[in-house]
């Protein structure tokens, strides 16, 4: 169902979307449908702005609500719920980080009203070589603990959507406190099929934008120089790249939000 509609609104026109000016249509603007949606957005050092200088106007989830409501017009109200280091055994139901967003989401819902859209970036710190908790993560794994995150947030937030979106490239010598390296580069783009999939079977799960590897991928400019145990890396997205990822969350949330009010 979830495809048919998307299908349908790009088939009719219902509104073009650019980077810079996301637009919807008249007709969608004006609809008696929500006025508000709450963006809860769930993952690691990334997610919450790791290196940045300022994670209040600088962290993606922040440019992203911005986007989002230039887009709509709509009242938006966001929750960054990033937590550094942290792999999908984090955010299982039962654990502390799972209880801090779905408190949050319905905390929005309460004071707002309107839908929570989860938006989700996990990954990174699954696909290191040691440390991180779980390290390192099979995909098999990974599908499994996603999908135990996503069930329980329909529970807890039954009307909800989720965003599943990809995570992006970091540079293969990559080593701070955890070792990541090829290895980990490599098991990282090995979950790309796995979110794929989970998406396909859920009707109120989506898939983000599978381009974000390549657009991050040896683009030495969107990141932050950190230095490792094996020289320079590039892991976490510095102001230009925080801004462009969350160019690339907005565009996916746009498109469902779309769907949401036809």
């Not at 908790?133 to 329909?154: C, F, H, Q, W």
């Not at 992006?168 to 794929?196: C, F, M």
């Not at 599978?210 to 969107?222: C, G, M, N, S």
């Not at 997205?237 to 996916?252: C, D, F, M, T, V």
Request: hydrophobic content about 40%; glycine content about 8%.
């Amino acid at each position: 169902m979830k495809r048919v509609v998307i299908v349908l609104a790009l088939l009719l026109g219902v509104a073009q979307f650019s980077i810079f000016n996301l637009q919807f249509s008249i007709g969608l603007c004006n609809s008696a449908a929500q006025t508000t949606v709450n963006l809860v957005f769930i993952g690691n050092s990334i997610t919450a702005g790791a290196t940045l200088k300022n994670v209040a106007t600088q962290a993606p989830p922040i440019v992203a609500r911005a986007l989002v409501e230039e887009a709509s017009g709509i009242t938006t109200h966001v929750y960054n719920g990033g937590h550094s280091g942290i792999t999908t055994y984090g955010f299982l139901p039962g654990h502390a980080d799972f209880a801090r967003v779905t408190n949050a989401a319905k905390i929005l819902v309460r004071d707002n009203g309107g839908r929570v859209y989860f938006s989700i970036m996990l990954g990174t710190n699954d696909s290191a070589c040691t440390t991180t908790e779980g390290a390192p993560v099979s995909p098999e794994t990974y599908e499994e603990n996603l999908r135990k995150i996503i069930d329980g947030l329909l529970k807890a937030v039954p009307n909800c959507r989720i965003l599943l979106n990809y995570p992006i490239w970091y540079s293969p010598n990559t080593h701070n406190s955890a070792k990541y390296l090829q290895e980990g580069l490599d098991r990282l783009h090995s979950y790309y099929p796995v979110i794929k999939r989970i998406a396909k079977s859920y009707d109120q799960v989506y898939a983000g934008n599978q381009k974000v590897w390549k657009i991050f991928k040896d683009k030495d400019e969107l990141f932050t120089a950190e230095n490792g145990h094996a020289g320079v890396f590039h892991l976490h997205p510095n102001a230009q790249g925080a801004h462009r990822l969350a160019e690339i969350w907005a565009k996916s949330l746009v498109s469902i939000i779309k769907a949401d009010r036809i």
